[in-house]
Structure formats: structure tokens, C-alpha cells
């Protein structure tokens, strides 16, 4: 294990080895984080699909990201994590072999809504379509040149836990509480799977990504009332810009130094901005039975089981 990255490091996306020849998806890349993390990872020569569940918005930033890199290698490819039947279409139709999939789609903190399949959205599109996709994309991942998982998460995964008796919201529901839900979940699932790919001898790496607090639409088009406005005045005067939030999770993707389990995060105080680095997650988080039991009803929900032979 390589020990934690000094400040004084101050990794940038300049840092990016060259990714010729390797194929990346990115899901949600039509904005924010996800977009700026094709477009770095286009400039330094990646093969990058970017996925989108608006065709309209995948389709203008396809075209802004070939007027910024016109010599660059981007597709753009429909895929909507609420619906595990495009997540299963998305799978199917992709042959190639894939080198790094980023996790990065999300939604955060709407009014309680169920996903096509009847989940709790937040849960259902920021865990459990992550979770089908990547299970789907597995095969391919594995024959992939130093093939990754980076599964983006939050800091609020600190104020997560999973309500196995309710996971869907039915009883209960808080916008804040089941964003934490999903957001725990994911990495509850980045380290889970890094055990069961370890254990398999596969050679896929799983990681884990947050960009700290960074102004994306996130906390704007999600949050509604009185939290919406609140956000949009805190992004304006103390998030951190979206570029540098999104180094997070481009280090986890393609730095040589980068290590399966790892979680990388943003240096500053509280881990609310600067480069990135090693972090912790929370220590409940840590816990292989608690992961062991969200995988089994990942598998329950989403009906994707994981094949791990090499």
C-alpha cells in the first residue's frame, strides 16, 4: 500500500499520463463533474464514452467537448441509471473491451420519486444503476489494460447508513437522509468490491472518488424550496470550482500510483476543496457484513449477479 499523497504534490490534470488506446466510460458526463472529467481525459487521448439520460443535453455537450478537443476520440451513448432496462441496453450494446468506468451520474436531494423499477430514486440511480452497470460491464472491464472502477461519492456518506428495512423511503423519507443513504452505499460497494476482485485474483481495480464540496447543477436541480436556495448561495461563496473538484476522481482513474481500495478526496480542511488525496471513509463504512448484506440485496433488486472468474 502507498502512503498518503503529500500536499505538496498538488496533482493537476496536467499530471494525466498519456491515455491513447484506452477506452473510459463516463457516466453522467454531460455536465459538471462528469463533464469535465471526459474532457481531460479526452485531451490526454482517451477513447472516452460519454453517457447521458437526455439526449438533448448528451448531444450538447458532445459537441462542446469537439469544438474544445477537435481532435479527440468521444461518443456519446443514451443510458438512464433509473431504469435498470437501459442500463441492461447500454451493456449489451457495447463489444469493445473497456478500460476504466467512472461511476460519476447522480442525482441529490429531490422530493421523494421512484425510479421505473419502484425505487427510491437517489438510492436507485446513484447505487443500484451503478451497481447493475458495473456487474453488466464486468467482462469487458476485465480484459481492459489496467482496468479500474472509480465509483464517485460524497462526504455526506459520512451521515449515511442503510435503512435495510426501508430502503425505498416508504415509511420515512428525507431528502438529505436518503441522499447519505445512497451516497454511504456507494462506498460501501467501491470497497466490497474491491474485496471480492482481490479475492478472485481479477485483474480490475475498484476506487473510490469525492470531489469535496464543488459547485455542480447538483445542488440546484435536485433540492427544492428553501434548501435549493441555501445551496446555490453556498456555491457561489464557498464551494470550489468544478475543475478542481473533478481531479479527484480523474487521479483514481488513470495515475499510475492510484491503488485498488484506495478513496481519494480533496486535501483542504474538512475535505472540502484542494488537490487530491488519500481519505478515509467513514469507519461503520469499513464494515464487510454490512457491505456483504447491501450486495446481496443489490443483487435481490437489480437481479445482476457478478461473475468474478478470471
Not at 479500474?148 to 420515512?172: A, M, Q, W
Request: net charge neutral; aromatic share 6%.
Amino acid at each position: 500500500m502507498t502512503t498518503a499523497l503529500a500536499i505538496s504534490d498538488r496533482w493537476t490534470a496536467e499530471k494525466i499520463p498519456d491515455q491513447t488506446g484506452r477506452t473510459i466510460i463516463v457516466t453522467g458526463a454531460n455536465s459538471g463533474l462528469g463533464y469535465v472529467t471526459a474532457r481531460e481525459l479526452a485531451r490526454h487521448g482517451a477513447r472516452v464514452i460519454l453517457t447521458a439520460r437526455n439526449p438533448a443535453k448528451g448531444r450538447a455537450a458532445l459537441d462542446r467537448l469537439r469544438d474544445e478537443q477537435t481532435d479527440s476520440t468521444v461518443e456519446l451513448r443514451s443510458l438512464d441509471l433509473a431504469d435498470l432496462d437501459s442500463v441492461h441496453a447500454f451493456a449489451d450494446g457495447l463489444a469493445t473491451p473497456v478500460d476504466v468506468l467512472i461511476n460519476n451520474a447522480g442525482i441529490m436531494m429531490p422530493p421523494r420519486s421512484l425510479t421505473k423499477q419502484g425505487f427510491e430514486s437517489q438510492f436507485g440511480t446513484n447505487h443500484l444503476g451503478h451497481f447493475a452497470l458495473t456487474g453488466l460491464l464486468l467482462d469487458r472491464l476485465r480484459t481492459g489494460r489496467d482496468p479500474r472502477v472509480v465509483t464517485v461519492t460524497s462526504t455526506l456518506h459520512k451521515n449515511g447508513s442503510i435503512h435495510f428495512d426501508d430502503p425505498n423511503g416508504e415509511r420515512l423519507y428525507s431528502p438529505r437522509g436518503f441522499y447519505a443513504q445512497s451516497k454511504y452505499a456507494n462506498v460501501l460497494f467501491g470497497l466490497e468490491l474491491d474485496r471480492r476482485l482481490r479475492a478472485s485474483g481479477s485483474p480490475v481495480q475498484s476506487l473510490l472518488a469525492h470531489p469535496g464540496y464543488s459547485a455542480t447543477n447538483l445542488q440546484s436541480s435536485g433540492p427544492t424550496g428553501l434548501l435549493n436556495l441555501i445551496l446555490k448561495i453556498t456555491n457561489r461563496l464557498i464551494a470550489q470550482d468544478v475543475e478542481m473538484g473533478a481531479l479527484n476522481q480523474l487521479y483514481a482513474a488513470v495515475d499510475p500510483h492510484a491503488q485498488s481500495g484506495q478513496f481519494i478526496g480533496p486535501d483542504g480542511r474538512n475535505e472540502s476543496k484542494g488537490h487530491p488525496t488519500l481519505v478515509q471513509p467513514t469507519e461503520s463504512a469499513k464494515n464487510p457484513e454490512t457491505a456483504r448484506r447491501l450486495w446481496d440485496l443489490s443483487e435481490q433488486l437489480t437481479g445482476v449477479r457478478y461473475d468474478f472468474a478470471c
